[in-house]
């Protein structure tokens, strides 16, 4: 497979792309924007010489390349216009990659802040912030030169850049779209899915794609958090009982497997189920789909698709439980999608005002066809900074916050914010942790292994079962993985 290219002298140029792999590239990613906040998202990738980001397009009489932005997504990047500011300036910031590294001087007339620091020259990494003061805030991150295309998610072309798509996702990243592509392979494959992630990562949202994609769709999804399910009567509550048992008059009831007999049947928090009666749900997992009513003696059969939800490692499951799904979908937490949280502001931010008359009109201003959020970019910048312990449900808190907290007509960095960020339990590193430190922890998380992530100040509980595994701790295999 070759691809063609128009050279300087206008011959056309063919190169092989079939045998090299995408190569990531340090890039500036849009996360605010003064003069058009729907450019958050953009990216523009810093290759391996020196370019200069300024106000306006390239021009013969400038040195060196001038930064390039782009709506990047699978299979295509969508080159947009220069930023026009009249307070950047033509030449504002060199920037020089090395290695993991970037090199920013500011040489222009628009102070550079980076991470909230006025400097004027800087080496920054992904994941640390640049403000050009008051008019645009980027994020510094690793970007693929060329997107890989997606296999099984087709709708990219229907969604507007930075918009929810139809599913309630909103993301531009690679984590982001990956996600989607791997969310469409298991609807289309039509076997029972396992979806994990953390705590506010968006797992009821993937539950519904999934069935939404898949042939089921046309029928309504069949829902129930597992965790409500109440004490004793977990069997009746799934497989449904006999009229008049177990007591005379008792009428006859269906119960979630019935009703999702031709559907999809979601189970929230399969992991608060106990193991014993995870072992219930083991026949009816299999192939055949087959279970009893209480009360009955024959074998019922049910056409369903299971999908569950658990922030618990796979391997805190049942091992034969979590055996019954083929397929396991890894939600990323917002950690590994920091580009996205400018998007997920305005998302959320939109969602309050759809049903908020007085925060649409103080906080909310016309730009085009679309009404956009008015927010700080010093609110954005501290975010993109922050570690999510709850992901999206932990930013909805802090915008909830935001909003009650600002006293103008822009979402701004409160100081109950600042508290807020400041206070949140720091990240630990693991070589800070020990043996004693991790069981007690898991002792007081009742075996919790997420809960005593949290609780240790360690990033997630994948980086607490490394630990488990290197320091000998108990239950550190995880099964079906």
Known sequence: MQDERSTVDGSLERTLRFHRRPRDVLALVVAWAREDPRRAGEVALINDDEQIFGRGRQRAEDGAPRVRFQQQRPGSSMPTEPFDSVRVSRAQ?????????LIVESIGVCPLLVNGERV??????????LQLEHELVFLVARRPEQPPELKSFGLAGDIAFGAADPFGFVGETPAAWTLRDRLAFAAHAGEHVLVCGDSGTGKELCAAAIHALSPRGKRALVARNAATFPAGLVDAELFGN???YPNPGTPEREGLIGEADGTTLFLDEIGELPAALQAHLLRVLDRNG?????????????????VAATNRAIAELKHDFAARFALKVEVPPLSARVADVPLLVRHLLGRVAAGNDEVRGRFFEARGDDLVPRVAPALIDRLLRHTFRTNTRELAQILWQALAESRGDMVELTGGVVQRLTEAAPVRAPDEIGRAQIEAALAAADGNVTRAARALGVKNRFVLYRLMRKLGVAGTTEQGD
Not at 122 to 129: F, I, L, M, Q, R
Not at 290 to 306: C, F, I, M, P
């Open 120 to 129: 004027t020259r800087a080496e920054v990494k992904p994941g640390d912030t």
């Open 290 to 306: 087959e279970y009893q009513r209480l009360g009955e003696s024959r074998v019922r059969t049910a056409d369903l698709r299971v």
């Open 242 to 244: 006999a009229k008049n």
């Open 93 to 101: 910031l060199r920037l020089v990659p090395r290695g993991d590294l």
